[in-house]
């Protein structure tokens, strides 16, 4: 049979099920009125997952395995356009026009996301400089491009996120690897995605729709736009603590299994309803974000009783425009009734035999009520709260896993034990909770990313009061890094306002107030180590663009909108700067050491602001005695001066380069680093390990380094200007990297790869500013001194099959804190093989047949 070679006429889209979200419901039939003699048909997830069943079983083990909808109902849009061919489009699209024009003659039609999209932290750190959207997808049935995004589907199912694992940085990656006998259009953004998410609107500022020339437009109701690229922890397929008490005394503890529960939903046993009680007075858009909650529940018999007695009637608006028949609404007049008077109220109204306290003003995960309903229903008990919970203090930038005790507001209980609310304007939950637990068995679960109690200048209790729990808090989270990522997490399940996720992603822009509690430094927390380069420090250009086309895929990265390789330009020295400590192990080195001094003095940072350190251990050459015979000088120009000698009693005793050599020699280093790193390290902000024989670098490069504003940055390390990659220790690992055989090149307990094996390098990577990496080279790297302090070093043993620098970044991963890497800053490290410097590290990354090639 002839192959088709056109685009079918039939429209696709996704659901859970048939019943379409009402605000979908307009933008759904747009794409019907503007195509009537286009099939359309509305596939549920049963449907994708038998049509998988029926034509595509090879893949099944990896969608019955994805651990989010969203992924399933991405995955199954490639394989249905394969199967049947036609539009597939998402249920936030709506169509302006017909899109016959814009098909015709075609095969396979795609478009771009807006140029702002790239500039998001999330796609930011992917390294793509363009974004396919995944919202609009035209094909014709069996085109040879949907055969290779299923192949990218299965080498990117264990990527962590929807948007790495099947969505848009999937299929943008897919696009950019096409065979070449696939014949793709790529649409320009203003034809299909002409609106800008809400995070790039607040941060870019929002843009009129061209309707003269757009198709369609994304409204981006529920999608990775939100800037979203970390999935929070789903509670399913893992142990959650638990301990139960009857009558106030503990009666078991242990870890509960929540599969058994959902499966015997899943087959048809009845889920009693559960009422969600929500009181609300002039609080729209919290409690607009408590109606969002409640919509994405997983549970699946539930109620919201609203009883609001505000003083317009806003919100019963809002609600009723919903239209959804689970939400139960109640206006009263203010009338001034106390917060324990209006949730009997609401009691009275539930139907449910169960309730579950709502508070308007606080964020509940989808799982929240399912969870909580398995627990208590599992275990047989009457009562089921949170045993922490997570709190948020947006202004101050602040987030914790609080205290453990019983969270009285994620009381989820039988109707028939539930006193009635005392008549109090607050406090009056915290009674209902005590007779509950006094009442009957009650389970505690340790689950606190189901609740996120969230504190916003007009709550209830005052801020002593909020303060209070950070002191009691078990990990706190302050402004910066860790707080930003945590943020980003917690919006890929939670409706997060978008201004929330921009304000997490800009450092303050002056010194941090004096405002925390007490428990942001008292508390057993995860902190972000880095301060950031004083006021004044170099800042790197940083506007993203289109980067070149040989760009290795997987890479996060930043650059000049040329492709070219721009570093930002050095600002002049000031008066002051963040002080520097320069540390260099070295052996052997008497003849790099003048080289190394007189590049040492040519840097245009200040002296003041910079020390010195040097270990030299294990030399035959005079290298101590060069170094006696300097140090007077250098401590007259500098603002420190460290000279330590340490002898490991190591000879090599065949090439450097050898694989056998390698875990003696870079442990030996690493040792040396660390005995440096001990001796030498004082109040100084910054470190900068500088290897002897690097021979030039840029009179600029602490500032070029510090203007990257990452915690830890490398250089490109060369062997010539503008020539090969020296330093191989640091490389980017391929986006295939995880389905290698690595287990062949383990030696000794460390990765030995040849070159290039499922790795790039910073060659590989020029015309960008700055790159993402996964391990360091330590030929030149700029390291936070708090990272140090923290207990960041140098693994002097295999850690994760890594060892000293590499190591060190493993190391830093697990910290979480990323390393960064400049390729158009470069210093160069010429080739010279045998002996030398202690220091020396770029030969390691070759691996013996390499190292070999370049001897010939």
């Known amino acids: 049979m002839a192959e088709q070679s056109d685009i079918t006429p039939i429209i696709h889209q996704i659901w859970h099920d048939k019943d379409v979200p009402p605000r979908c419901q307009a933008w759904v039939e747009s794409w019907r009125r503007h195509h009537p003699g286009w099939e359309y048909r509305l596939w549920t997830q049963v449907e994708c997952r038998a049509l998988l069943a029926e034509h595509y079983r090879w893949f099944l083990p990896i969608y019955d395995r994805y651990p989010e909808g969203v992924m399933r109902a991405e995955a199954g849009r490639y394989f249905i356009l394969d199967r049947f061919g036609g539009v597939y489009v998402d249920l936030d699209f709506e169509c302006l026009r017909p899109v016959d024009a814009l098909l015709a003659g075609q095969e396979l039609v795609v478009g771009l996301e807006p140029q702002e999209h790239v500039q998001l932290l999330s796609a930011h750190r992917s390294g793509l400089p363009r974004l396919v959207g995944t919202g609009f997808l035209a094909a014709r049935p069996g085109h040879p491009f949907l055969a290779h995004v299923h192949r990218q589907l299965v080498g990117s199912h264990t990527r962590s996120g929807s948007l790495d694992a099947t969505g848009t940085f999937m299929l943008t990656r897919a696009v950019d690897q096409t065979p070449g006998d696939c014949r793709i259009t790529v649409l320009a953004a203003r034809t299909l995605y002409p609106l800008l998410s809400p995070v790039a609107a607040e941060l870019f500022g929002d843009r009129p729709v061209d309707r003269d020339h757009a198709y369609a437009v994304h409204h981006w109701a529920d999608s990775w736009g939100r800037d979203v690229s970390v999935s929070a922890q789903s509670v399913a397929g893992r142990q959650i603590p638990f301990w139960t008490s009857q009558d106030l005394r503990p009666r078991a503890k242990g870890g509960l299994d929540l599969d058994p529960q959902r499966e015997r939903w899943a087959s048809g046993a009845p889920a009693p309803t559960v009422s969600c009680l929500m009181v609300t007075k002039d609080r729209l858009p919290w409690a607009m974000r408590a109606l969002r909650c409640f919509l994405a529940q997983t549970y699946p018999s539930v109620e919201l009783v609203v009883v609001d007695d505000s003083a317009d009637g806003a919100l019963e608006d809002h609600v009723r425009a919903l239209a959804d028949p689970r939400i139960r609404f109640r206006r009263l007049l203010p009338e001034g009734r106390t917060l324990g008077e209006l949730r009997n109220i609401a009691v009275d109204l539930a139907t449910g035999p169960y309730v579950c306290q709502w508070d308007d003003d606080d964020l509940y995960d989808p799982e929240r009520v399912e969870v909580q309903m398995a627990a208590l229903l599992g275990l047989d008990a009457t009562a089921c709260f949170l045993a922490r919970e997570r709190l948020w203090w947006p202004k101050r930038r602040l987030l914790a896993v609080s205290g453990a005790r019983v969270w009285e507001g994620s009381m989820v209980c039988a109707k028939e034990v539930l006193p009635r609310y005392p008549a109090q304007r607050r406090g009056e939950d915290t009674p209902v909770a005590e007779a509950v637990l006094r009442a009957g068995r009650v389970v505690s679960v340790d689950a606190p990313e189901l609740y996120t109690y969230v504190y916003h200048g007009n709550n209830t209790f005052d801020e002593p009061h909020f303060a209070g729990l950070f002191d009691a808090a078990t990990h706190v989270w302050v402004s910066g890094p860790a707080y930003a990522g945590h943020l980003r997490a917690m919006a890929a399940r939670l409706p997060l306002d978008p201004a929330d996720l921009v304000r997490a992603e800009r450092p303050p822009t002056g010194p941090a107030p004096d405002t925390a509690p007490h428990a942001a430094v008292d508390a057993p927390r995860l902190l972000p180590h880095a301060r950031r380069p004083a006021t004044g420090a170099a800042e790197s250009a940083s506007a993203p663009g289109v980067a070149e086309s040989g760009s290795a895929p997987g890479v996060a990265v930043s650059g000049s909108a040329s492709g070219v390789a721009e570093s930002a330009p050095a600002p002049a020295p000031a008066a002051e700067r963040p002080s520097v400590l320069v540390l260099t192990p070295v052996k052997d080195a008497v003849t790099f050491l003048p080289r190394y001094l007189e590049n040492l003095r040519a840097l245009d940072y200040p002296r003041d602001a910079v020390s010195v350190g040097l270990l030299e251990g294990d030399s035959h050459d005079g290298t101590w005695e060069a170094l006696r015979d300097a140090l007077p000088a250098l401590e ?77 940055v490398v250089p490109h390390c060369v062997a010539e200007p503008g020539g090969p990659t020296f330093d191989l220790n640091t490389f980017v690992l391929h986006p295939n990297a995880a389905a290698l055989d690595w287990s062949r090149w383990l030696r000794d307990g460390i990765l030995q790869p040849p070159r290039g094996f499922g790795r790039s390098y910073l060659e590989d990577l020029r015309g960008h500013e700055r790159v993402r990496v996964d391990a360091v080279g330590g030929t030149a790297l700029l390291v936070h001194a708090n990272l140090h302090r923290d207990g960041l070093v140098f693994p002097t043993v295999p850690y994760r099959e890594l060892i000293e620098t590499e190591g060190l970044a493993a190391l830093a991963q697990d910290m979480g804190v990323e390393c960064w890497a400049l390729p158009g800053v470069e210093v160069v490290h010429p080739r010279h093989w045998g002996g030398g410097p202690l220091s020396r590290t770029g030969e390691a990354g070759l691996g013996a047949e390499a190292q070999r090639s370049v001897d010939r």
């Open 636 to 712: 007259a120009e500098f603002r420190r001066v460290t000279l330590v000698r340490r002898h490991f009693g190591f000879q090599l005793t065949g090439p450097r380069w050898e694989p056998a050599a390698q875990r003696q020699r870079r442990s030996v280093l690493a040792r040396a680093r660390n005995q440096l790193l001990s001796r030498a390290l004082g109040e100084e902000e910054w470190v900068l390990w500088l290897d002897v024989d690097v021979t030039d670098y840029p009179p600029d490069l602490i500032q070029r380094l510090l203007g990257a504003r990452e915690e830890i």
